[in-house]
């Protein structure tokens, strides 16, 4: 692993537009394994820690993580140009091959392999999701809330998101506020008791 | 489509920049309020589309974000992509700069800790919610079921790549999974 002292800067907005494009067009279903591999490993613009901190943050914030690290990392080096430099690398490219292959897909709707193969992609991304909040549930054993409180948040949104289908605005507010304070609350205690 | 106007563009544009600022378990949380809004409440697509361009986005290289795109794209051509891709990037980006910028980092105090704790059930609600969603269009189909809960199991065991999944998935469907 790279100490503090070997890591490298990029030479200008170009580098850095040129990495996060690189490491975008090879993240299939997921691009922050690349990210890792590319910009602690190969470039050595970030150590391991420095990494694992941004991705933290970028976890905290709203919004695609990958992309709040790409503002945070390419201002870091080159100010606002250095963020737009980063985020036009990841999304530039990558948008153009998604809209020519929508576009493919809208011309070939009507075929009915076409439309079934679209059908069955559908399902195993929807799988995919569901794997990502399967591997999460994991994490919930650690949770200071304890597990009925979680248990009873997460059927809360899903029911009243997935069923009934209220607006999400509404939801986050009232259930991620109350799990925000009942949170901090046992934290707050576990931490007197100590 | 492309037949959007000023009025419903704008609207489009405030209805992601608030899912910006929701989207506090990445983008794809969001995706069920975007099903409600454009399948649901304005009739822009079906949950046929819908659920292709999640599947589209993931299929190709890339943020999974890009699925926003493929959204406006369906909707109103590049106005649509402007539109929610300006907006569900647009004050969560902001967001990012600024923290990125003038934030303390102090990622051990409880303020964080219950934030990232108290939060992670509502996710899971979120990433539940999103999954029932995308399986709308093939509901009641059991090959369908099959590569859902495959795809689950494959994904929580082992490691491998999302693409040979979707490779799968679009194999099965095309000789499966063709709309009756």
């Known amino acids: ?194 | 489509m492309h037949g959007l106007s000023w009025t419903d563009l704008l609207g489009l544009w405030a209805h992601f920049m608030l899912l910006s600022l929701l989207a506090v378990g990445g983008a794809i949380t969001t995706a069920p309020d975007m099903q409600r809004y454009l399948v649901g409440q304005q009739g822009w697509m079906t949950d046929a589309q819908f659920t292709a361009g999640v599947a589209i986005a993931q299929a190709a290289p890339g943020p999974n974000i890009l699925f926003v795109a493929v959204m406006g794209w369906h909707v109103a051509g590049v106005a649509g992509v402007l539109a929610t891709m300006a907006g569900i990037m647009g004050p969560s980006s902001l967001l990012a700069f600024a923290v990125g910028r003038f934030g303390r980092r102090r990622a051990d105090s409880i303020g964080l800790r219950a934030f990232t704790a108290g939060l992670t059930p509502l996710t899971l609600g979120l990433l539940a919610s999103t999954g029932w969603v995308l399986t709308a269009p093939v509901r009641g189909e059991w090959v369908a079921a099959l590569l859902v809960l495959g795809t689950v199991a494959t994904s929580v065991r082992t490691k491998l790549s999302p693409m040979w999944l979707i490779a799968v998935g679009a194999v099965a469907g095309a000789v499966a999974l063709q709309p009756r």
């Open chain 1, 1 to 194: 692993m790279a100490s503090d002292a070997e890591l490298r800067r990029p030479a200008n907005c170009g580098e850095l537009f040129r990495a996060f494009n690189r490491l975008a067009l090879q993240g299939f279903g997921g691009v922050l394994p690349v990210a890792h591999r590319t910009l602690v490993e190969q470039e050595r613009w970030l150590s391991a820690p420095q990494f694992v901190e941004l991705l933290t943050l970028g976890q905290v914030l709203p919004g695609p993580n990958i992309i709040n690290m790409a503002i945070i990392i390419g201002d870091r080096f080159f100010g606002w140009r250095g963020a737009l430099a980063a985020v036009a690398g990841l999304l530039l490219v990558p948008m153009v091959i998604v809209l020519a292959l929508a576009v493919a897909y809208q011309q070939q709707a009507a075929h009915p392999a076409v439309a079934g193969a679209l059908r069955g992609m559908g399902a195993v991304a929807a799988g995919l999701i569901l794997a990502t909040g399967v591997k999460l549930a994991r994490t919930v054993r650690g949770n200071p809330m304890g597990l009925p409180a979680c248990a009873a948040i997460g059927v809360a949104t899903f029911a009243l998101v997935g069923g009934l289908r209220w607006p999400m605005v509404w939801v986050v507010l009232g259930l991620g506020g109350l799990g925000m304070a009942l949170a901090w609350r046992r934290i707050r205690q576990a931490e007197a008791a100590r």
